[in-house]
Each structure stands twice: as C-alpha cells, then as structure tokens.
C-alpha cells in the first residue's frame, strides 16, 4: 500500500500539546518535531496535515460552553430558535447554543454557504419532531476540497459538562462522537450489568477497583460513538456491541460496515471517542473557540 500524500501547513491552533492529528498507520508524516507512533496509528504535532485535499477526511472541532455568544443565535434556523427558547436552564440554553452554532459555522464553512443556510435536519426518526441527530439532506454537495465520490458530509456532536464537540465526515458513510466528563467516584456496579458485553466486564474485574471509573466511561465512550455512528442511539442495547480493545484504531463489525473507534484529545477532565464508517480515515482535532469568535479562516477549517 503506497503511503498517504502529507503537506505541511502552519499550525494556527491554540491547542497546546494536546492538539493532534490521528493518522492511519503507514501513513507518511512529514514533521519537524517528534512523531508518535503507537496502537495503529500515527500521532502528529499541530502544524502538520495529513493527506492532501480530495481524501477522506474527519474533522472535530473542541469548545466551552463558555465560548457562547448570544449573537450566536442569529444563526440558528425557527425550529433551532424554538428549541433554544424552550430550554430554562441558563446552561443548558448556552449549551444548545453554543454547539448548534459551531457546527453551523463548520459546515457552512466547508460547502461555503452561509451558516444560517445550512440545510440541518434534526427531525428525530422517531417522533419527527427537532431533536433528533442533526443531517443534511440527501445530495448536499461536498466540499471542493471532498474526492469527487465523496458523498453528502455526515455529522455527530456531543457535549459534557462544559465541553463541546462536533464530527464532520467527508467521503466516509458516517461519523460518531461522544465525550464524557470523568468522574472517578461514578458508582459503575448496576451501569456495568446493562452496559458492558460479558468480555468487557471480565476485563474491567481484571483492573484495580480505582482505574475501573475511567476505564468504564472509556468503554462508554466507545459504544456511544459507535452506536450514534449507526444512527441508533441507545435504542440498540450497549450490551451488544463490543468495542473492547486496547490497541488502536479498534475495528467493530456492524451491520452498516466496519467501524473504526479512535480515542480523541478533549481538554482535561474529559475522555472522548469518535467512531468512523468506515475507516481508518485521518482524523484532525481543532480548537473551536477561534471559529466561533470569528478568528478561524475559511481555509482552515479541514
């Protein structure tokens, strides 16, 4: 297999150490600085990019709650505005916002459409009503940047506490991502019976009693990418799908093709997965905060 073709661009990422890029292994990295090698992937300082234009990608962008603005949500489309509106909870309100926002601004940005013209649909499979997983209609072009097969961008977000992401996918058949805030006093007893696969308990007895809080929502992390990546949710029992693997990426068989589960790089305090059909694709962590402030170029977003 011939490696991935890698240009290099400024790193313009007020990310720190933790801003990477996660590379499929045998991909070429071309860096001045040191490259981590590990579990099937590559790990590259910011500054690098991996693969040029035209190749799958997915993008993910990290922000706070904090990053909210309530010019913000002149971006939103009438049934984004009324789900907003109906939320009390100063957090919560601030939360919706802030996620909704970014990933208008992401999208919008890529198929080069104003953020509030980006066709969303959050119209839930089940009921029909707004809150469902957000979409673009079927035929939405790509990027001019997205391979000529690419198909219509598939999306994820997630958010915990105060932090915020979101997935955007180019030539791949769908994106999962999940973060959860680490608690290392969770009470993981009734959690595992219902959530974990018999292997996946028998590994978790396997550990000290204090590493098993972490290694539970590392797991949940997992199951949740995979099963929002399949657009069921937790409709699907967590206990069906087995995303144990200490090796990454860690490859999950579905019913909708391969799936490939990576660990991302949230801030501190937090784990996150990222699920991808198929896979292995590069995978490219940005910091959000700068698009939402208005900071970010248009030919920075992938």
Known sequence: MSAAPVEETPGDLPFSARAALSVPAGAQVVSAGTRIVSAGAQVVPVGTRVVRAGAPVVS?????????????AALLDPAERARYEEYRRPADRARFLTAAALLRLVVGRMLGVAPELVPLDRSCDRCG????????????GAPSSAPPS??????????????LVVAVGIGVDAVGVDVEAIDHTLDIGELVGVALTELETRALDALDPPSRPSAFLRLWTR????????????????????????EEPVRVPTEQGEATLLSLNPPSGYLASLAV??????????????????????EDIL
């Open 60 to 72: 993910v962008w990290w922000a706070r709650v904090e990053d909210t603005r309530d010019s913000l």
């Open 129 to 140: 009503r707004p809150h469902g997983r957000p979409r673009l209609p079927a035929g939405t």
């Open 150 to 163: 690419a198909s219509t961008p598939v999306l994820s977000v997630s958010h915990a506490g105060d932090c």
């Open 223 to 246: 199951k949740e990418a995979v099963l929002k990546a399949l657009g069921v949710g937790l409709d699907h029992a967590p206990d069906q799908v087995d995303v144990l693997g200490t």
């Open 277 to 298: 059909i198929p896979g292995p694709v590069p995978v490219v962590e940005r910091d959000g905060t700068g698009l939402l402030a208005g900071r970010t170029q248009k």
